[in-house]
């Protein structure tokens, strides 16, 4: 049993720290080669390279705060909010592998974007789609992993509830 919980301990580290890596690897390369608000064209103009710092949250949410609003706001909630996520990864064994995953991708994009805040004051945000009908604000991979972490633990937790209102009427009627 103790060899396990180590097993799940190193696995959600290893997530989240490779989550973490890709994120500071990516903004540093950034930093280190683009120009603040140049634009690099990949793949036509659906997909633009740029550089971006962003004192606020998502979309500069926040970014006109008082810098002790700032704090609170935008790194002391999170921590707190990461540490529990952390937390019930470690502690909850009835996680899913699926449930795992996603809370890990949050912590390590939280991490990640939280690692800019504290170092520099602001989060470098550098990707940008433009699909048309379909145009996102400017990202950085914390970002995507904060997302498709949040989209796996939604889609899960909306299936685990329909399961449960599945099996619920199903006890019902064999108590009757």
Request: glycine share 8%.
């Amino acid at each position: 049993m103790k060899k396990r919980l180590i097993a799940r301990i190193v696995l959600i580290l290893t997530i989240v720290l490779v989550n973490i890596s890709c994120d500071q690897v990516s903004k540093s390369a950034v930093r280190k080669h683009v120009k603040s608000h140049e634009e690099i064209h990949l793949i036509n103009d659906n997909f633009i390279l740029t550089k971006v710092e962003n004192t606020g949250a998502a979309l500069s949410l926040g970014s006109d705060l008082s810098p002790v609003m700032k704090s609170i706001v935008l790194i002391g909630l999170p921590i707190a909010a990461l540490i529990a996520f952390l937390g019930m990864a470690m502690v909850n064994q009835q996680l899913t592998i699926g449930f795992l995953l996603g809370i890990c991708f949050i912590v390590g994009g939280g991490i990640g974007n939280l690692i800019d805040r504290i170092a520099y004051g602001s989060v470098t945000d550098f990707l940008h789609i433009d699909l048309g009908l379909v145009r996102t604000g400017v990202f950085n991979m914390a970002d995507v992993s904060i997302t498709l972490g949040g989209i796996a633990v939604l889609v899960l937790y909306v299936r685990e509830s329909r399961k449960k209102k599945q099996i619920e009427p199903a006890e019902e009627l064999e108590q009757e």
